[in-house]
């Protein structure tokens, strides 16, 4: 197999707040494999929170080339992937979800199959699954006139960014939010560990009055005893998110909180999270699938695990002024798993004027970059 890269940035529609930052872009490396003549394509974002730059995943990457070129086959590669064989222990985790996101693609367009059903999804592409739409940090008015637009547009799930310095004006964006969506809406909410323990057994009894249906990570990343002794009291449902990293950390908490969201730049890629679902299973803990602001590239791989998810947050495409990637859908409220083979994404149009985030086709060989003999 032969290993190409392309770095580009993925500019926000308008910056998103949440409690210990703001955000306007994302930068991303695309990964290309090929193997006798088939194309596969992941997606690395950099993360300051996760401590990945574009520049290590290139990094990382290129130092990969030279074992993936000694295997026979990606469906070798692959199988080595689940297995944890693959790539050294020192891999960032976002570096191996693209790496297995290009692999799933690889194989499944050469078996001319969806990724789904690689892992072990019969019927992929069977049915549409509603994706929560984030709403950050905003005026209570603003965020009422989101909650209204996109509730025209279909979304039925809301996600709404918490962790103010005023708690009060937390309880007015749920509030506004709540009248602007209707009644029927389902809404979460994430303070991204803003809150203390005791500020957190404060607030989410006010919380619920007002309808939320969850609350992911109240309390500061780095306690998970402190955050599962919260859940075993609260009114809402608890879903550990920075708090559950991996595998290790699911299990650590399994049983303990209401959920954990699996995010594949966390985990290591769908396999890992396929993993981390089955070890799940009927422990008492719901998985919620979640995702970093990506392309529809980055985000294809969990929308093919989204049936095995009780809350799906797969809105980082939609975050974009420009999705250079399109296939998996969620502009109604709905992520769909494509029904062509592998991941069943594809090259979008150009954005108005160009723009960095949209290089020509994937095939073109002066934007993707071979790694060095």
């Not at 005893?225 to 299990?251: F, N, Q, V």
């Not at 998996?328 to 409220?333: L, N, Q, S, T």
Request: glycine share 10%; hydrophobic share 45%.
């Amino acid at each position: 197999m032969k290993l190409a890269v392309h770095t580009t940035s993925l500019e926000l529609r308008e910056p998103l707040r949440i409690s210990r930052s703001v955000m306007s872009r994302r930068d991303a490396v695309w990964l290309r494999l090929e193997h006798d003549g088939a194309l596969g394509h992941g997606e690395a974002v950099s993360s300051v929170y996760l401590g990945l730059s574009a520049e290590q995943a290139v990094r990382c990457l290129y130092d990969l080339a030279p074992a993936l070129a000694r295997l026979p086959d990606p469906q070798a590669a692959l199988a080595a992937q689940r297995e944890g064989t693959l790539l050294p222990a020192r891999t960032p985790a976002g570096v191996a979800a693209a790496v297995d996101a290009a692999l799933l693609d690889l194989v499944g367009k050469r078996a001319g199959k969806p990724a789904g059903h690689l892992l072990g999804n019969p019927f992929p592409e069977a049915a549409a699954v509603a994706t929560a739409r984030t709403i950050g940090i905003v005026a209570p008015d603003r965020a009422e006139q989101q909650a209204r637009t996109l509730a025209r547009r279909g979304f039925t799930v809301l996600k709404v960014k918490a962790g103010s310095a005023d708690p009060a004006e937390d309880l007015d964006r749920v509030a506004a939010v709540r009248a602007g969506a209707g009644p029927r809406s389902r809404v979460l909410l994430d303070p991204n560990g803003a809150w203390t323990v005791a500020r957190a057994e404060e607030l989410l009894p006010r919380f619920a009055a007002l309808g939320v249906e969850a609350v992911e990570q109240p309390t500061a990343a780095g306690a998970p005893d402190a955050l599962a002794r919260l859940a075993e009291h609260s009114p809402l449902p608890i879903i550990a998110d920075e708090d559950a990293t991996g595998y290790e950390d699911a299990m650590r908490l399994a049983g303990r909180v209401q959920g954990v969201n699996i995010k594949l730049a966390k985990c290591g890629g769908a396999q890992q999270a396929l993993r981390i679902c089955d070890a799940l299973e009927g422990s008492g803990t719901d998985v919620m699938l979640g995702c970093l602001t990506a392309s529809s590239l980055g985000i294809a791989p969990a929308v093919h695990l989204a049936h095995r998810a009780r809350w799906v947050d797969l809105d980082g495409h939609l975050l974009l002024a420009h999705d250079p990637w399109t296939g998996i859908g969620g502009a109604d409220g709905t992520v769909r798993a494509p029904a062509g083979p592998g991941l069943g994404v594809t090259r979008a149009p150009a954005a108005p004027g160009g723009g960095a985030a949209s290089p020509p086709s994937a095939h073109d060989p002066t934007r993707y970059e071979e790694a060095p003999a």
